[in-house]
């Protein structure tokens, strides 16, 4: 169902269009967490090191395609706030024509780097084979992972986010079913894991293009519009490739933590997989909030409304307290339990002591993050929200302010204190950009402000 953000409560508006997102992140984590669980029963925590290893540098390559597809997304919903119906139709053509040329260059240029990258970041023998198996396989799905995030972003653009939710719950049980069989019944180990997210992701995104084109006309282009427009291309360009670098910055800010986690051997490594799980999860709920801020801005910034603006920037500050507290609290009471489920394996090489090693890295990073997590959110939602007002020079400057801090704090501070030092260089990194993100938002909300009174 469409919604129309330009009117209404914004925190009732926000806060409805976050929960079934929430919902979907969440299963998606979900299933991740599940897969990974398969991983480490049938296979070990050797390859679950190796899959953590992996998802890092994927992060890099997908995060770039599935930043720019949502910069191409703000665009389009900065169209249906401003009523420009010839413009969603340009928009949606546009964002296809850009979805097509960026996955065949990232899928290349990750096939083509993976294996040099694991080798630069000091990948233990043990994590490398399985790590290089899921990372070339998942390069090989890329259209099908990136075409559903696309997909599912131009329905959110004009409000509908209950759809993408129905996808993607068919998706993750689909998921489930083929980790069952690839990984557990099959015994293909990370080979199976990453075929079966590529095969759910496929199943998904192709419906959701389908209804896209079936109950919602007024998005589909007609022939005349699916000629390719410069003036959007470079409008389009503008925002996604932006947002797209932000997404890569922080992968490689991420992959030159892993190579100082690397140095610490496969328990520290296999806990430390197991820590960016759960921490995953909680990034999901704030980056749920982060795109129904954005669409709500997006809409409201092409209708040129933008004291909702600032009303929406509030609700949001109140939304992400409440999800703080709620998941940080379901962290501290369950965090043995969570970890436990991780370390049902059957391999005969990980001892009690090794189980122990494991949990207790996994537990001392959550430790330090868990009390950070407002910032994180702040952070994740207010930067959406900047550039849903076309702004994105801050937002990448402040991801490269993560990178530094970072960088500096995996390499710097573990070199002095240890694995400590690893669980606060992203602290670091968060606050960092925090206080550039905070600034930036100010200024903007003032400008904007000034103009309306105008």
């Known amino acids: 169902m469409v919604k129309d953000m330009t009117k209404g409560n914004p925190l009732k508006l926000i806060s409805t269009f976050t929960i079934p997102f929430l919902i979907g992140n969440l299963i998606q984590q979900f299933y991740v967490l599940i897969s990974t669980i398969f991983v480490s029963v049938f296979v070990g925590p050797q390859a679950l090191g190796g899959v953590g290893i992996a998802s890092t540098i994927s992060f890099v390559m997908f995060g770039f ?13 900065q169209r249906f706030g401003a009523k420009r119906k010839k413009g969603i139709k340009i928009s949606v053509a546009t964002s296809m024509h850009l979805y097509i040329v960026f996955t065949i260059f990232i899928t290349i240029v990750s096939i083509l780097l993976t294996k040099p990258i694991l080798k630069l970041i000091d990948t233990p023998p043990e994590n490398f084979e399985h790590a290089y198996t899921f990372a070339i396989i998942s390069y090989c799905g890329t259209f099908s992972q990136v075409a559903y995030n696309l997909f599912s972003g131009m329905l959110r653009s004009v409000g509908d986010n209950k759809t993408p939710l129905i996808f993607l719950i068919i998706s993750a049980g689909l998921n489930i079913c083929f980790d069952f069989l690839t990984v557990g019944y099959l015994q293909m180990g990370t080979k199976g894991a990453a075929l079966s997210t590529i095969a759910a992701q496929t199943i998904s995104s192709i419906p959701c293009l389908i209804f896209i084109y079936k109950h919602y006309p007024f998005m589909w282009p007609s022939k005349k519009e699916w000629k390719i427009n410069r003036n ?3 409008a389009q360009i503008k925002i996604g490739i932006p947002m797209g670098l932000e997404f890569s910055v922080t ?3 991420l992959i030159l933590l892993q190579k100082a986690v690397n140095k610490f051997g496969k328990d520290i490594i296999a806990g430390f997989a197991i820590a960016m799980r759960v921490e995953n999860l909680i990034i999901a709920s704030f980056i749920a909030l982060a795109t ?12 040129q409304n933008f004291i909702r603006i600032k009303q929406g920037a509030r609700s949001t500050l ?3 307290a409440f999800l703080c507290v709620v998941f940080g609290g379901i962290l501290m009471l369950l965090w043995d339990q969570i970890t436990g ?3 049902l394996t059957n391999d005969p090489s990980t001892t009690e002591i090794s189980k122990i090693t494991i949990k207790k890295a996994a537990r001392q990073y959550i430790d330090i993050a868990i009390f950070n997590f407002p910032i994180l959110c702040i952070l994740i939602t207010f930067r959406s929200l900047i550039q849903a007002t076309n702004k994105t020079l801050i937002p990448l400057l402040a991801g490269f302010c993560e990178l530094l801090m970072r960088t500096i704090g ?13 669980c606060l260089s992203p602290i670091c990194a968060w606050w960092g950009a925090f206080f550039m993100v905070i600034i930036a938002y100010f200024v903007n909300i003032k400008k904007l402000l ?5």
């Open 341 to 343: 489920l991780y370390l």
């Open 450 to 454: 000034k103009k309306q009174k105008i």
């Open 232 to 234: 959007y291309i470079l």
């Open 251 to 253: 992968g490689i800010g």
């Open 65 to 77: 395609a599935v930043g720019s597809c949502n910069g191409f997304c703000i665009v389009l919903a």
């Open 292 to 303: 129904a801020t954005a669409t709500f801005t997006a809409q409201n910034f092409g209708a």
């Open 318 to 320: 109140i939304i992400g």
């Open 410 to 422: 995996a390499f710097i501070l573990s070199s002095f204190i240890g694995y400590i030092g690893i």
